[in-house]
């Protein structure tokens, strides 16, 4: 195999635990840094507390991914190739909400290597556990290795993102006609980056970006992600007469497909509504300000069962 080659056998490969603790800065600066107003994650004198956005997720799991030759478990992995990676999917499913104070460990495990046009996919899950051993967090996390090979492709078939079989039946669906333009802040990488507490050099370093070939930094996809979200739970409420007044987020699942800049507009489309008594799912899509898709698949579920 070349120097820029990946082995299938690595799937299977699992991450050392790691642990930590969620605390209420980084739940509402998270928030903040995506301006989102949400009462949910910023009023802590609301019954019950705040929450997280459902996004920390990512934040949570980012320092295995930052520094995933610490991790990994095999020292033959090609560790290099790792440079070559950029946030291809994200899949998330939450069993309960993400609060401060809760104590997780993470666990990962590499389920998939495939090869693809631009590169290889990695896709690696995470499983977060809280101190009694509940399950409140499944990631499924997929990386594009620019410019890297693999003898064959290869998966877990079990541990691959799916949604629960009374998520995805019986659902009554619509087609919607709503979307939202947002301004992307020249500033906004720089205080994603350090309120989300997501840090990578593209995001932040003009330098560094150009010498990997981009034109400028750019935003986060998750960051973008999380506009996408916050804007679409916050909108609902007009989409459903105030009938979500009361939800959880279980689901939320995307393929990241193009850039974004600073100081350029992004905008929202929700393309269907899907709904049943208990769940409701939004499908939407993410465009640059000349209508090249940055976010495509993206799919949001909800549930009224609280």
Not at 1 to 7: A, F, T
Not at 43 to 60: H, K, M
Not at 140 to 167: A, F, W, Y
Request: aromatic residues 8%; contains cysteine.
């Amino acid at each position: 195999m070349s120097d820029l080659s990946v082995s299938a056998d690595f799937v299977g490969t699992k991450t050392r635990p790691y642990q930590c603790k969620v605390d209420w800065q980084h739940c509402m600066a998270y928030a903040a840094a995506t301006a989102d107003n949400n009462e949910r994650y910023l009023d802590d004198e609301r019954e019950g507390g705040i929450v997280a956005p459902p996004l920390l997720a990512i934040a949570l799991t980012w320092p295995i991914i930052q520094h995933l030759p610490n991790y990994i478990e095999d020292a033959d992995f090609p560790f290099h190739v790792l440079k070559q990676q950029v946030h291809f999917t994200e899949h998330l499913h939450f069993f309960q909400p993400i609060k401060p104070d809760m104590e997780l460990v993470i666990s990962g495990q590499i389920v998939a290597i495939q090869q693809k046009k631009a590169g290889v996919y990695l896709l690696v899950r995470f499983e977060a556990t809280n101190k009694s051993n509940q399950i409140v967090f499944i990631e499924h996390i997929g990386g594009l290795l620019r410019g890297v090979s693999c003898d064959q492709d290869r998966q877990i078939d079990n541990m691959m993102p799916t949604m629960k079989r009374e998520e995805s039946e019986n659902l009554s669906s619509r087609n919607a006609n709503w979307q939202k333009k947002i301004y992307i802040e020249p500033f906004l990488p720089h205080i994603y980056d350090a309120c989300g507490r997501i840090h990578f050099p593209i995001h932040t370093s003009k330098k560094f970006a150009r010498k990997v070939g981009l034109p400028d930094i750019i935003l986060h996809g998750s960051a973008t992600l999380a506009l996408a979200v916050k804007s679409l739970i916050n909108q609902s409420n007009e989409f459903f007469n105030d009938v979500l007044k009361h939800y959880e987020v279980i689901m939320i699942d995307c393929q990241f497909s193009g850039m974004v800049l600073p100081d350029t507009d992004i905008k929202i489309k929700l393309n269907q509504i899907h709904q049943t008594e208990n769940l409701v799912k939004l499908d939407f899509e993410v465009l640059d300000q000349n209508d090249n898709l940055v976010i495509k698949n993206g799919s949001i579920g909800l549930s009224l069962n609280f």
